[in-house]
C-alpha cells in the first residue's frame, strides 16, 4: 500500500535528497517539459482563454460566497435524483461512513478511481484496516500502489517514475495483486498499458462496490463529472451496484451551464488536450443504466477553515489541473514527494498548510517552498494568486512563534534551499517582477532575528526575488 | 435544522461554512464575455473540423452516404474480424442488415436479455448511435437514448462504431452542446479511443475502454 505522509521531514531536507537522486530529477525534468508546451499549444487555440480563465475564477468565487445556499441545494437535487448524501466534518467521520457503506454491501473490496480527496483522508489505508482491500485503477495509481511508493504528482501521480521502473515494478508485483504480467514484458509505453488493462479487468468485472472522487458537482441539477482518460473511471462509476463518491465541499459549481466554462480550460490545462478522452457525467441513479446505489459523502477536512482565510480562500478555486506543477522550478527540482502531501507544488504549498494548519515543520516550511516567480498564476486556469497567499501564509508562520522556534527553522532553512539552487530560481526570475500584489506586511523569513522587527515592508520591489532577498537579509 | 445536540455534521459544516463567510465581500453575477464558439457558422466548416479533431485523437472517422451505411458496417465489421456485436434497444436494425455477425441484443430491445459485464467482454464489437457530437473538441456524446444503450454497452467490448448523423447532431462547440443535453440523463462523452498519458506524460491510445473507435458521419 501507499506509504504515509506522517512524520515527513520538512521540505529542504525532503527537496535535498530528492535533487541528489538523478534518475528522479531527469524524468521530472523530461516530463514537465514535455507537458508545458504541449499546454500553451493547446491553450494557445482559444482566442478567449483570458475569458475563460476570468469567468472560472468568477464562478468559482462566487460559489465560495454562497457555499452554503449551493451545499444544500446539491444535496436536494441529489437526493431528489436517488442518491443519498452524507456529511463529513474530517477525515476520519468521512472514513468511517465510506467503511460502513462498503460493509453494509457485504463486500470485502473496492475498486477505485483516481481520486485526491479519498487520498487526502488517507481511505485505503482505513479499508484496509477493516479488512476491504481497495485496488486503485487508474495506470498511474496503480503504478504507485504496486510500487508501494507515494504519488508525487495531481494528475501523473508516478510521474517519478519512468518506463523501465514502471515495467520492473509490474513484472515483481502484479503477481501478488491478481492476474500477474505477461512474460517478457517490455517497457514500450503501449505494452505496460496492456499489462494494466488485463491486469485490472478482472477486477473491473466482478466488481461490486466503486468509489470515486469528482471534478465537478453541479447544485442545479444533482449532476456529477469525472474527467478522465483510460476508461478506468468509466468501468468503476459503470459496473458496480453500489458507488460512493468522496467529495470536498468546494468542487460545487451552481449551474449545468458553467461546465462550459471548465469543460474547456480543465482538460487543456492538465493533459493538454482539446478534450479528455472520458467524461461521465451522473444524476442520482437510472434504472437500468449503472449502479442501483449512489452515496455522496461531502468532506470539510479543513476547507471550511481555508475559506475563513480571505486571502487564502482563493486556494479552494483549484479545479486541480496540476499546471502550476508542470511550470514550478521549485516542483521540478525538488519532486514532488518533497511537498509531504498529497498536494504537491504550488498549489500544495497554499493548500496543505490552510487545510491542516501549520503546526509542523513540513507545513511550516511549505510557504517557503516557491521562489515567488509566479508561473504558477500565470498558467492557473482559475487564476489562483499563489504567489499573493504564499507571502500571507508566511506572515502567519512568522506571526506563530518567537524568533529560533522550531517551525521558523524550517521554515528559514526552506527558503534557503531555494537560494541554494539558482536553477530553481533563475526560472523564476523572467516572471518576478511581473507577479503582483506581493505586499508582506513582515519579511518572509523569520528565524533572521535581525530584521524581525516587525516593521512594515514597502511595497514588493519590481527586482528579482534573489537580489530583493540578498538585500533584505543583511 | 432545530434539531437536539449534539449537531449533525451537516449543520456544523454548514455553521463553520457561514461563519467563514461572515465577512466576506458580495461577489458580482460572474461575467460571461467568452465566446459561445471558435468556429464560423458553416455546416461544412465544422464537420471537416469534427473529423480533423476526431482523426488527431486516432478515432478513424468515414463520411458515409445513407443508402450505403449497411454494407459498410458490414464490411468495417468484417475487415476487423468481429463475430459478435452488442445491440443497444432502439438501434435501427437496417443498420446491421448487411453485416453476418451474431448479434446480441441488450435488455429493452425485442428479445433482448441484460448482458452481463462478463458477457460484454466476451462481445468483440458494439455498434451505436450518439445523441449530439462536438466539433472544436472532437468529441461525440452519448446518453443512453434510442440506439445508444446502457454505459457498459459501449465500455466494454473493444471496438465502438459509433453513428453521427451530420444533419442535425453536430454543433460547434462546447457552450453549444450543453443546452442540448438532459443532464437527467447518464452521459458519457468520448474524445477518441481510451488513452493514458500516464507513462512519462506521453499519450498512448488504448487502456480500459474501447481501443479501436471507428465514428461513421452519416451524410445525407
Ligand atoms: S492551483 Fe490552478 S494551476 Fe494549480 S492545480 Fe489548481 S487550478 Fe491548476
Redesign the pocket.
Known sequence: MSGTFVGMPAFPKAAHEAVGNTTLRANLRHATHTIRDKRAKAVAELDDWALLREAGKQIKDHTLRHLDTYLVQLEETVTAAGGTVHWATDADEANRIVTHLVKETGECEVVKVKSMATQEIGLNEALEEAGIAAYETDLAELIVQLGHDRPSH?LVPAIHRNRGEIRDIFTKEMGEWGRPAPEGLTDTPAELAEAARLHLREKFLRAKVGISGANFMVAETGTLVVVESEGNGRMCLTLPETLISVVGIEKIVPTWRDLEIFLQTLPR??TAERMNPYTSMWTGTTDTDGPRAFHLVLIDNGRTDTLADEVGRQ?L?????????NVCPVYERAGGHAYGSVYP???GA?LSPQLRGTTSEIDASLPYASSLCGA?YE??????D?PEVLVHLREKVADQGGPGHRLERAAIKAAGWILDHPGALAAGERVASRTRKLHPKKLPGPGAGQWTNSRDLPQMPAEPFRDWWKKNRT | MSSPTPPSSRERILARVREALTDAPETPEPTRDYLPTHTIDDAATVLDLLHENLADYRAFVHRVADDELPSFIGTLLAENGVRTVAVPPGLSARWLAASEVEQLLDEGAPGGAVLTPYDLDAIDAVVTSCALAIAETGTIVLDGGPGQGRRALTLVPDLHICVVRTRDQVVASVPQSLPRLDPGRPLTWISGPSATSDIELDRVEGVHGPRTLHVVLLCP
Open positions: 495531481i490545462s492538465s486556494a478555486r483549484c479545479i486541480r489541473c496540476s499546471a502550476c506543477l507544488g504550488p498549489i497554499i504558477c498558467v492557473c486556469p482559475v487564476a489562483i499563489i
